[in-house]
């Protein structure tokens, strides 16, 4: 089960959201997370959702391999719906639905959850569609690229960068290793899948440990290994691979551009998000 | 031109102590030379390896590599270009996910220009016969391609000494068989300089030359022949002689007029005669 999370969730196929620059998608991406939290209303929402749509269907990866991703965090969705329902303590120019003990439901908190749980999941679906179209080598050479500004106030932008990549490069590594340590455990007889929380939580100790042991040793291992291959800071280092900007770029820049200035404009023109309510009641 | 030279190097792993994981070794490694160095656990043949490319720096004594001084820090960024070193774990050596991308680590590193880079990549994959998996994931190969990938990732810094710790002590038969016959060319081919760490027997038969390390001191040198035909010394080491060797002399032992043989073939021919003569 383990072995799935391997390499993030890349979706490997061909198309014109796979061949944008990476720093491309993060500023588009950031960009995306503006116009969402920019929006007032529905309409706005309406703009960004139909924009998602148009993307993922450009980037040729499946609507249900994006919706996976949305259901992880499903839970978090619903409860915090949940919590805004109950507790919204705006105005209300209507009735009280319920009012019950410290719970009161008003048309706006129904209005104000839906708008929440909109925005969380147009949020989540938006940053899966990066993680889908990108390798992680790709993303972290764009955070690199991106960062590198911060290196004139001696931020270690490339050591972060090669941490990052290190990082994810051990991932199978050290999940197979995570199954070797169960498979170990559990032949001397230990027990992860009975009792509670707590006595589930604490099983987990000799995995931890074990793991750790083994990771530090691998570090050690792997610092010597980069030694003996001249490494020595980013420092006179040059790159193999570069990135580039191409006209894709730029293309997607200028549209999502548009996005935003329509979204702000829906947001002067069509009100706030309660005045939905209005055509209703 | 001489490659290696130790002049009475000790070495010690903590410093009030007199216990020395390599005491007082002497000797000099040709260019282009196949050595292997054979040793028991905790023998000092891992230390005396990682003085060559200054990962560690003599106690006392001095190891010079090309002329150079491997204890003067402003040598080792040098030292380290022209003595690269595979280790022993296949997995603990590659940064990133991509084989392309961990070859072009050490030149990178090196500062050399980027088409350059694409060139010394296509280079080390096609020594090592990997270049079909130039864009595979390192973590989904086995044991002898991923050590294959850490030789190219070696080699694409383009070194004149190859050195080996324990590099095949993980693998499998095949494995190990794979990354010999690498070695072995650029040896033949090239005129690398390989030191080859190693306690498998049989790998040190290729080498041209055979030294035995014993409680950090070299107490044997010589050809591999001339090693294992010193059997009772070998075990006051706590070395076993190559497998071939081992039947011949048990046979030999039994009454069977053979000679001492190295390898599997040599031994077949031996038996064969011996058989005749009966």
Known sequence: MLN??????????KSFVHNMDARAKIVFMIAYIVAIFLAKNFFGLLAVTAFLIFVVLLSRVPFGR??????????????????????????????????????TITWESIVNMVFLALRLFLLVMGTSVLTLTTTPVALTDGIESLLTPLKWIKFPVHELAL??????????????????IVAAQKARGADFETGGLIKRAKAVVPILIPLLVSAFRRAEDLGDAMDARCYSGAKGRTKYKKLVFTWRDLLGLLFLGGLITGVVFLNIYLGGKFSILGYFL | MEAVKFENVKFSYREEEDEFAVNGVTLSIEEGQFVAVLGRNGSGKSTLAKMINALLVPTEGSVTVFGLDASDPKNTFEIRKSAGMVFQNPDNQTVASIVEDDVAFGPEN???????????????????????????TPSRLSGGQKQRIAIAGVLAVMPKIMILDESTAMLDPKGRREVM??????????????????HFMDEALEADRAIVMHRGEAVMDGTP???????????????????????????????????????AEELAEEICASLRKI
């Open chain 1, 4 to 13: 799935d999370v391997t390499f993030g969730q890349y979706y490997p196929v």
């Open chain 1, 66 to 103: 994006v919706l996976r991703s949305v259901k992880m965090i499903l839970f978090l969705i619903i409860f915090t719906a949940i919590l805004n329902l109950f507790f919204y303590s705006g105005e209300s120019s209507y009735q009280p639905l319920v009012e019950w003990w410290i719970i």
């Open chain 1, 163 to 180: 941490i990052m990549s290190i990082a994810l490069r051990f991932i199978p590594t050290l999940m197979d290793e995570t199954n070797r």
């Open chain 2, 110 to 136: 090196i500062g050399v220009p980027r088409e350059e880079i694409g060139k010394r990549i296509d280079f080390a994959l096609d020594a090592v016969g990997m270049q079909a998996y130039r864009h595979a």
């Open chain 2, 181 to 198: 016959d690498v070695i072995k060319k650029l040896n033949k081919e090239r005129g690398m300089t390989v030191i080859l760490i190693t």
């Open chain 2, 225 to 263: 022949e001339e090693i294992f035909s010193r059997a009772d010394e070998l075990e006051t080491y706590n070395l076993t002689l190559p497998r071939a060797a081992y039947i011949s002399k048990k046979l030999a032992e039994g009454g069977m007029p053979v000679k001492g043989a190295f390898n």
